[in-house]
């Protein structure tokens, strides 16, 4: 490990970066900027600027060898072990539909599914998907879509959008991997966060959803305009 650096302002777009603001912060060779001293970090990422000031330490990664499955595609990338599954999937493969929100897995924009399972994406690392199956918004249907997305259109849910392939991405799991028999269970279950505010059309998706997977037929119910200017 190289010795601690002070001193310095580094501005980067490059996200994969993983802040322990209680501690010191670790980041790899390959996002260090060509200032041979950092103190101060100034991050941008989407409309979210973070401050910090701590000691920042540098640690060299040796690249290793990560295959793993992606949308049903055998995929071998070589890369740093601890590189978070967000930023393979953006920056090494170009599948930008899963977005980064928090970098601390609590409003799971960065949500995809491993082996048929809701993950984030932002705080795993790629090491531990290893040799397993990992989906994104991109690869969840080959073919048209899916009742989950076909849900979201005729509901409408979508505002600015920035959470919703993570959001369908963990409905998706819950519906095909519990037997929660309604709309309210399944709410419960996801802790997935919209900035814009869209949970009562969420809901009305849900009951729909429900209903199609309880009854084989679906009930569309569009919010009227006084439930939407309640919202």
């Known amino acids: ?112 599914q491993v ?7 932002c705080v795993t690392p790629v090491s531990a998907v290893q040799g397993q199956h990992v989906t994104t918004i991109e690869g969840l249907s080959s073919n048209g879509l899916t009742d989950v997305q076909q849900a979201w259109v005729e509901h409408q849910i979508p505002q600015c959008g920035y959470c919703q392939s993570g959001m369908i991405m963990a409905v998706s799991a819950h519906l095909d991997n519990s037997s929660a028999s309604s709309a309210d269970e399944t709410a419960r279950a996801i802790s997935n966060i919209c900035r814009c505010g869209t949970y009562p059309r969420i809901r009305r998706a849900l009951a729909s959803l429900q209903e199609q997977r309880n009854t084989g037929v679906q009930q569309f119910d569009p919010a009227t305009a006084a439930q939407e200017n309640n919202v």
Request: charged residues 15%.
């Open 115 to 121: 082996n048929g399972n809701a993950m984030r994406s």
């Open 1 to 112: 490990m190289d010795k601690a650096l002070k001193a310095g302002i580094w501005l980067t777009s490059d996200l994969s970066i993983m802040l322990q603001l209680f501690n010191s912060c670790v980041i790899t060779t390959k996002t260090v900027a060509s200032s041979p001293s950092l103190h101060g970090i100034i991050i941008a990422c989407t409309d979210l600027v973070i401050y910090a000031t701590c000691q920042v330490t540098i640690q060299k990664e040796e690249k290793v060898m990560i295959e793993l499955t992606v949308n049903g595609e055998s995929r071998q990338l070589d890369i740093e072990s601890d590189m978070p599954l967000l930023w393979v999937l953006r920056n090494e493969l170009g599948l930008t539909g899963t977005k980064f929100g928090c970098g601390i897995a609590a409003c799971g924009a960065c949500t995809v």
